[in-house]
């Protein structure tokens, strides 16, 4: 039950090898909003490399969980959410910084519309371009070969080639996604309640990857709207945990990915679908690391 000394939001970080970004995102995030507090949880993946020195000299007010041991994404987010508050609850990267219009308006419009379970601002790279995960559809074969064959690069306005990044729709408009990014992913209390009654928000079963994909499926499914509204943006300076460990965590993308669907599109578990899919995401994998380190960065982006 909410009451006046309920914190209105809850934000979850989930750190992992995090020292060099967390100072920049937990200084970014308010104490209060709208005259309510904030509170804010780091889960720290990876233990004693200096994050937790940090968060505990520089951020006391910020409640800080050291598990005995790497949980992946999906598990320290439901770890950090057990211990939330808050009316509105936040899960949010280490490598992003914040601001305080667009928390607000993410919090407005959630208020605005009870129908919403997930919203996302625009999400911004230090370098200024737009991070495209934070509005997606959910991605078809089609889709996946329009990425893999530079088709939705060639032709990004073209509704028909880039129905997975939505680059042919305004990115300063407000309208539902398919997902959203698990960078920043806000949701009433209630919506979340409602598609994960025994509080595991984030299906356990994928470790890195995957989790953010999976939890907008269910929510779409369970009736709820996902919401992207590009009139308000923070910075995500995205890529930094996957260059760390390139070859594993790329490959994880994919892999989880496709894990993703033959939860949701393979009910029957057909022997055909699963090597379907597992012959299409092998061949986004390949082509998009490639692809990768034919550009000089280390970074990989799904389909």
């Known amino acids: 039950m909410s009451t006046p000394n309920t914190p209105l939001l809850s934000v979850i970080i989930v750190a992992y090898k995090s ?4 100072s920049a995102c937990l200084g970014s995030l308010p104490r209060t909003l709208e005259g309510r507090d904030v509170e804010v949880t780091v889960v720290d993946n990876s233990p004693g490399d200096g994050t937790g020195e940090i968060v505990r000299a520089q951020f006391p007010h910020v409640a800080y969980l050291e598990p005995a041991t790497n949980l992946g994404f999906g598990r320290a ?10 009316d509105f609850i936040l899960f949010l990267n280490p490598d992003t910084v914040s601001n305080d219009a667009a928390l607000a308006q993410c919090l407005g419009q959630l ?13 911004v790279q230090a370098d200024g371009t737009m991070d495209l995960a934070c509005r997606r559809g959910i991605p078809t074969l089609w889709d996946g070969f329009c990425r893999a064959s ?3 690069a060639a032709w990004p306005r073209q509704a028909l080639f880039a129905g997975y990044n939505l680059t042919h729709r305004p990115a300063d408009g407000m309208y539902e996604v398919g997902a959203i990014n698990g960078a920043f992913m806000l949701a009433p209390r209630a919506a979340l309640q409602a598609v ?3 509080g595991r928000v984030f299906d356990e079963a994928f470790f890195m990857y995957g989790d953010d994909l999976d939890l907008c499926i269910r929510m779409a499914r369970a009736g709820w709207k996902i919401v992207y509204d ?5 910075v995500h300076l995205k890529g930094v945990s996957v260059a760390k460990d390139f070859d594993a ?4 993308i994919f892999d989880a990915n496709r894990a993703v669907y033959l939860k949701h599109f393979n009910p029957r578990n057909s022997r055909l679908v699963r090597w379907k899919y597992a012959l299409a995401f092998g061949a986004w994998k390949t082509v998009a690391r490639l692809r990768a380190r034919r550009r000089g960065h280390r970074q990989v982006r799904p389909l």
Not at 77 to 86: E, I, K, S, V, W
Not at 111 to 123: C, E, H, K, N, T
């Open 249 to 252: 965590m790329s490959g994880a």
């Open 19 to 22: 020292r060099d970004e967390i």
């Open 150 to 152: 530079g088709l939705a």
């Open 111 to 123: 208020r605005a519309d009870v129908r919403i379970g997930l919203i996302s601002p625009r999400l």
């Open 77 to 86: 987010n439901n770890l950090g959410y057990a211990h939330a508050r808050g």
């Open 230 to 234: 590009g009139r308000i943006s923070l």
């Open 196 to 198: 994960a009654p025994d």
